[in-house]
Protein backbone atom coordinates (compact mmCIF):
# COMPACT_ATOMS: atom_id res chain seq x y z
CA UNK A 1 0.00 0.00 0.00
CA UNK A 2 1.20 2.95 -0.97
CA UNK A 3 0.87 6.08 1.32
CA UNK A 4 2.44 10.18 1.28
CA UNK A 5 2.91 13.03 3.60
CA UNK A 6 2.85 16.53 3.33
CA UNK A 7 5.17 18.75 5.50
CA UNK A 8 4.68 22.40 4.70
CA UNK A 9 7.69 24.03 6.72
CA UNK A 10 8.74 27.55 7.28
CA UNK A 11 11.81 26.94 5.16
CA UNK A 12 10.89 24.38 2.26
CA UNK A 13 8.19 21.86 1.44
CA UNK A 14 8.90 18.33 1.75
CA UNK A 15 6.86 15.44 -0.38
CA UNK A 16 7.43 11.70 0.48
CA UNK A 17 5.90 8.56 -0.45
CA UNK A 18 6.19 5.81 0.76
CA UNK A 19 5.26 1.78 0.62
CA UNK A 20 3.71 -0.02 3.49
CA UNK A 21 4.42 -3.92 3.09
CA UNK A 22 2.91 -6.32 5.42
CA UNK A 23 3.57 -10.04 5.41
CA UNK A 24 1.57 -12.66 7.80
CA UNK A 25 3.60 -13.46 10.40
CA UNK A 26 6.43 -10.79 9.64
CA UNK A 27 7.11 -7.51 11.03
CA UNK A 28 5.40 -4.41 8.61
CA UNK A 29 7.95 -3.01 6.56
CA UNK A 30 7.99 0.70 5.53
CA UNK A 31 9.86 1.44 2.86
CA UNK A 32 10.49 5.16 1.30
CA UNK A 33 9.93 5.26 -2.28
CA UNK A 34 10.48 9.04 -3.22
CA UNK A 35 11.56 12.08 -1.28
CA UNK A 36 10.60 15.70 -3.06
CA UNK A 37 12.14 18.65 -1.66
CA UNK A 38 10.90 22.02 -2.86
CA UNK A 39 12.72 25.58 -1.49
CA UNK A 40 9.45 27.47 -0.86
CA UNK A 41 10.83 29.91 2.05
CA UNK A 42 7.49 30.46 3.39
CA UNK A 43 8.68 32.03 6.96
CA UNK A 44 9.72 34.76 5.39
CA UNK A 45 6.51 36.06 4.28
CA UNK A 46 5.15 35.25 7.09
CA UNK A 47 7.46 36.19 9.67
CA UNK A 48 8.96 39.58 8.13
CA UNK A 49 5.58 40.92 6.75
CA UNK A 50 2.90 38.48 8.88
CA UNK A 51 1.01 36.83 5.67
CA UNK A 52 2.24 34.70 2.88
CA UNK A 53 2.70 37.28 -0.24
CA UNK A 54 0.72 36.16 -3.56
CA UNK A 55 3.91 34.67 -5.68
CA UNK A 56 4.56 32.37 -2.76
CA UNK A 57 0.58 31.27 -2.38
CA UNK A 58 1.29 30.77 -5.99
CA UNK A 59 3.94 28.43 -5.89
CA UNK A 60 2.56 26.91 -3.12
CA UNK A 61 -0.52 25.79 -5.37
CA UNK A 62 1.26 24.68 -8.02
CA UNK A 63 3.98 22.31 -5.64
CA UNK A 64 0.33 20.66 -4.33
CA UNK A 65 -1.38 20.43 -7.74
CA UNK A 66 1.88 18.33 -8.62
CA UNK A 67 1.40 16.66 -5.56
CA UNK A 68 -2.23 15.71 -6.80
CA UNK A 69 -1.26 14.25 -9.87
CA UNK A 70 2.02 12.63 -8.57
CA UNK A 71 -0.36 10.67 -5.99
CA UNK A 72 -2.33 9.48 -9.28
CA UNK A 73 1.04 7.93 -10.24
CA UNK A 74 2.34 6.89 -6.92
CA UNK A 75 -1.20 5.06 -6.36
CA UNK A 76 -1.65 6.57 -3.17
CA UNK A 77 -4.23 5.16 -1.06
CA UNK A 78 -4.07 7.48 2.01
CA UNK A 79 -1.99 10.68 2.84
CA UNK A 80 -1.54 13.21 5.23
CA UNK A 81 -0.26 17.36 5.12
CA UNK A 82 0.60 19.26 7.86
CA UNK A 83 1.72 22.66 7.68
CA UNK A 84 3.67 24.38 10.84
CA UNK A 85 5.23 27.48 11.73
CA UNK A 86 4.82 29.72 8.90
CA UNK A 87 1.62 28.74 8.29
CA UNK A 88 0.59 29.12 11.63
CA UNK A 89 1.88 33.21 12.14
CA UNK A 90 0.47 34.21 8.54
CA UNK A 91 -2.62 36.01 8.46
CA UNK A 92 -3.94 34.53 5.70
CA UNK A 93 -2.81 30.94 6.60
CA UNK A 94 -6.62 29.84 6.50
CA UNK A 95 -7.07 31.19 2.95
CA UNK A 96 -3.80 29.67 1.58
CA UNK A 97 -5.55 26.58 2.69
CA UNK A 98 -8.63 26.68 1.49
CA UNK A 99 -7.70 27.78 -2.28
CA UNK A 100 -5.33 24.75 -2.29
CA UNK A 101 -8.20 22.69 -1.17
CA UNK A 102 -10.33 24.16 -3.50
CA UNK A 103 -7.83 24.47 -7.08
CA UNK A 104 -5.82 21.15 -5.94
CA UNK A 105 -8.02 18.56 -4.01
CA UNK A 106 -5.58 18.59 -1.27
CA UNK A 107 -6.44 18.81 2.83
CA UNK A 108 -4.03 20.26 4.78
CA UNK A 109 -3.83 21.07 8.63
CA UNK A 110 -1.93 24.18 10.14
CA UNK A 111 -0.99 22.13 13.35
CA UNK A 112 -0.11 23.47 16.84
CA UNK A 113 3.66 23.20 18.33
CA UNK A 114 2.78 20.32 20.75
CA UNK A 115 0.98 18.43 17.70
CA UNK A 116 3.76 18.79 15.67
CA UNK A 117 6.39 17.33 18.38
CA UNK A 118 3.96 14.41 19.13
CA UNK A 119 4.39 13.67 15.30
CA UNK A 120 7.86 13.69 15.44
CA UNK A 121 8.65 11.74 18.38
CA UNK A 122 5.63 9.26 16.27
CA UNK A 123 8.95 8.06 14.23
CA UNK A 124 9.31 5.69 16.79
CA UNK A 125 13.08 6.54 17.59
CA UNK A 126 12.73 5.46 21.37
CA UNK A 127 12.72 1.68 19.85
CA UNK A 128 16.24 2.45 19.00
CA UNK A 129 17.55 3.71 22.43
CA UNK A 130 19.74 2.18 25.15
CA UNK A 131 16.25 2.94 27.76
CA UNK A 132 18.89 3.57 30.49
CA UNK A 133 20.36 6.58 29.27
CA UNK A 134 18.10 9.77 29.35
CA UNK A 135 17.81 11.76 25.59
CA UNK A 136 16.78 15.54 24.65
CA UNK A 137 15.17 15.27 21.13
CA UNK A 138 15.91 18.48 19.53
CA UNK A 139 14.19 19.20 15.84
CA UNK A 140 15.36 22.80 14.57
CA UNK A 141 13.18 24.02 12.07
CA UNK A 142 13.30 26.91 10.16
CA UNK A 143 10.17 28.92 12.28
CA UNK A 144 10.39 26.96 15.25
CA UNK A 145 12.38 24.20 17.76
CA UNK A 146 10.66 21.05 19.46
CA UNK A 147 11.85 19.99 22.12
CA UNK A 148 11.20 16.45 23.51
CA UNK A 149 13.00 14.84 27.07
CA UNK A 150 12.92 10.94 27.07
CA UNK A 151 13.97 8.80 29.91
CA UNK A 152 13.24 5.42 30.28
CA UNK A 153 12.60 5.13 26.76
CA UNK A 154 9.18 7.63 27.19
CA UNK A 155 8.32 11.21 26.58
CA UNK A 156 8.82 12.96 30.28
CA UNK A 157 8.15 16.34 28.27
CA UNK A 158 8.22 18.32 25.20
CA UNK A 159 7.85 21.97 24.24
CA UNK A 160 7.40 23.98 21.02
CA UNK A 161 9.31 27.26 20.65
CA UNK A 162 9.25 29.75 18.22
CA UNK A 163 12.98 29.66 18.08
CA UNK A 164 13.81 28.75 14.29
CA UNK A 165 16.21 29.56 11.68
CA UNK A 166 13.98 31.84 9.38
CA UNK A 167 13.44 33.65 12.63
CA UNK A 168 16.35 33.71 13.95
CA UNK A 169 18.50 34.46 10.41
CA UNK A 170 16.01 38.00 9.97
CA UNK A 171 16.11 38.73 13.91
CA UNK A 172 12.76 37.44 14.46
CA UNK A 173 12.89 35.84 17.71
CA UNK A 174 11.35 37.42 20.26
CA UNK A 175 14.43 37.95 23.42
CA UNK A 176 11.56 36.27 26.13
CA UNK A 177 11.15 33.60 24.10
CA UNK A 178 15.11 32.56 23.35
CA UNK A 179 15.58 33.14 27.22
CA UNK A 180 12.42 30.82 27.78
CA UNK A 181 13.77 28.24 25.67
CA UNK A 182 17.34 28.48 27.63
CA UNK A 183 15.58 28.05 30.98
CA UNK A 184 12.93 25.46 30.05
CA UNK A 185 15.94 23.26 29.17
CA UNK A 186 17.84 24.29 32.03
CA UNK A 187 14.90 23.05 34.48
CA UNK A 188 13.93 19.89 32.49
CA UNK A 189 16.55 19.00 32.71
CA UNK A 190 18.34 18.84 35.89
CA UNK A 191 17.09 15.90 37.07
CA UNK A 192 18.31 13.84 33.80
CA UNK A 193 21.97 14.01 33.65
CA UNK A 194 24.11 12.97 31.91
CA UNK A 195 21.99 13.42 28.53
CA UNK A 196 22.68 12.23 25.27
CA UNK A 197 21.28 14.55 22.42
CA UNK A 198 19.19 13.64 19.48
CA UNK A 199 19.18 16.37 16.71
CA UNK A 200 17.16 15.98 13.80
CA UNK A 201 16.26 18.43 10.84
CA UNK A 202 17.62 19.02 7.28
CA UNK A 203 20.58 21.35 8.97
CA UNK A 204 22.26 18.92 11.44
CA UNK A 205 21.82 16.01 8.98
CA UNK A 206 23.97 18.50 6.41
CA UNK A 207 26.58 19.22 9.37
CA UNK A 208 26.94 15.71 9.99
CA UNK A 209 27.55 14.68 5.82
CA UNK A 210 29.85 16.99 5.86
CA UNK A 211 32.14 15.77 8.99
CA UNK A 212 32.26 12.80 6.71
CA UNK A 213 32.33 10.63 9.39
CA UNK A 214 31.37 6.95 8.68
CA UNK A 215 32.47 5.35 11.70
CA UNK A 216 29.85 7.02 14.12
CA UNK A 217 26.17 8.52 14.33
CA UNK A 218 26.82 11.08 16.46
CA UNK A 219 28.68 14.76 16.56
CA UNK A 220 30.49 16.02 19.55
CA UNK A 221 29.59 20.16 20.77
CA UNK A 222 33.21 20.42 19.96
CA UNK A 223 32.72 19.48 16.41
CA UNK A 224 29.63 21.30 15.82
CA UNK A 225 31.30 24.80 17.24
CA UNK A 226 34.53 23.57 14.89
CA UNK A 227 32.06 22.91 11.80
CA UNK A 228 30.28 26.36 12.83
CA UNK A 229 33.56 28.51 13.13
CA UNK A 230 34.57 26.93 9.52
CA UNK A 231 31.05 27.87 8.19
CA UNK A 232 31.02 31.32 9.07
CA UNK A 233 34.69 31.87 7.92
CA UNK A 234 33.00 32.03 4.37
CA UNK A 235 30.88 34.20 2.95
CA UNK A 236 27.17 33.08 1.69
CA UNK A 237 28.46 32.75 -2.02
CA UNK A 238 31.43 30.66 -0.65
CA UNK A 239 28.95 28.39 1.32
CA UNK A 240 27.24 27.34 -1.44
CA UNK A 241 30.08 27.23 -4.17
CA UNK A 242 33.24 26.46 -1.88
CA UNK A 243 30.83 23.63 0.41
CA UNK A 244 28.69 22.90 -1.99
CA UNK A 245 25.72 24.05 -0.09
CA UNK A 246 22.09 24.67 -1.67
CA UNK A 247 21.30 28.40 -1.74
CA UNK A 248 18.50 28.01 1.22
CA UNK A 249 20.86 25.89 3.05
CA UNK A 250 23.64 28.30 2.70
CA UNK A 251 22.21 30.85 5.08
CA UNK A 252 20.07 28.82 7.91
CA UNK A 253 22.68 26.51 8.34
CA UNK A 254 24.36 29.13 11.09
CA UNK A 255 21.72 29.94 13.18
CA UNK A 256 20.90 26.15 13.43
CA UNK A 257 24.03 25.47 14.70
CA UNK A 258 23.88 28.64 17.04
CA UNK A 259 20.26 26.63 18.19
CA UNK A 260 21.70 23.39 18.36
CA UNK A 261 24.55 24.49 20.50
CA UNK A 262 22.49 26.68 23.08
CA UNK A 263 20.08 23.60 23.88
CA UNK A 264 23.39 21.53 24.87
CA UNK A 265 25.06 23.98 26.44
CA UNK A 266 22.23 24.36 28.70
CA UNK A 267 21.11 20.77 28.84
CA UNK A 268 25.37 20.15 29.36
CA UNK A 269 25.01 17.82 26.47
CA UNK A 270 28.54 16.37 24.89
CA UNK A 271 27.23 14.57 22.33
CA UNK A 272 24.02 14.84 19.94
CA UNK A 273 22.98 11.38 17.83
CA UNK A 274 22.20 12.28 14.32
CA UNK A 275 19.69 9.28 13.29
CA UNK A 276 18.90 11.80 9.98
CA UNK A 277 15.07 11.41 9.75
CA UNK A 278 13.01 14.05 10.38
CA UNK A 279 9.64 15.81 10.64
CA UNK A 280 6.97 13.15 8.11
CA UNK A 281 3.74 14.19 8.95
CA UNK A 282 2.05 10.58 9.19
CA UNK A 283 0.79 9.10 12.34
CA UNK A 284 0.01 5.22 11.83
CA UNK A 285 -2.78 6.27 9.50
CA UNK A 286 -4.68 8.44 11.83
CA UNK A 287 -6.04 11.53 10.29
CA UNK A 288 -4.96 10.39 6.74
CA UNK A 289 -7.12 11.72 3.62
CA UNK A 290 -8.11 8.94 1.57
Not at 19 to 28: A, L, Q, R
Not at 149 to 164: C, E, T
Not at 219 to 248: H, T
Amino acid sequence: MMLAAIDIGSNAVRVLFGEVIEHKGKPTLYKKRELLRMPIRLGEDSFLNGKISRRQEDRLVAAMNAFSELKKVFEVKAYRACATSAMRDASNGRDVIERIKAECGVRIEIIDGKTEAELIFANHIEETLNPKDNYLYIDVGGGSTELTLISNSKVVNSRSFNVGTIRMLHQRIDKDEWDDYKRWIRKNTEDYKPLIGIGSGGNINKLYKMTAKKDTKYLSCDKIREMSDMINAFSYEERIEVLGLNPDRADVIVPATKIFLTAMKHAEIEKIIVPQIGFVPFDNGDGCER
